[in-house]
């Protein structure tokens, strides 16, 4: 029986975090975050900012997604700035939740 030569499987490509997904190939900075087109303007007092800061997220394999978004929500309810939409309180605060 003749043996049949199999081409190995393509390697995997490499892992990324969502931190790969914002930079061009040189290594710079491409994008350093959305921004609606109109942005929502409302203080945000030091402690919603603290709070937020307390469970950063780093995009680490040992971080689950789940449970920063859960604490962000939970913060977001601190919060309740007049005239500003629960989707723009959180648009203009979740870059405070991540490292």
Known sequence: MAEQHQNP???HPPRRTLGDYG???NGEIAN???QPANPVMF???NTIISALKEDQHSGAETQCPNLHLSHF???CD???PPGVSES???L???KFSLT
């Open 78 to 80: 601190y919060t309740d």
């Open 9 to 11: 499987p393509p390697p």
């Open 92 to 94: 203009r605060l979740f």
């Open 43 to 45: 203080d945000i007092k």
């Open 73 to 75: 929500y939970d913060v």
């Open 23 to 25: 930079l061009r190939n």
């Open 88 to 90: 723009n309180k959180r």
């Open 32 to 34: 350093l975050g959305f």
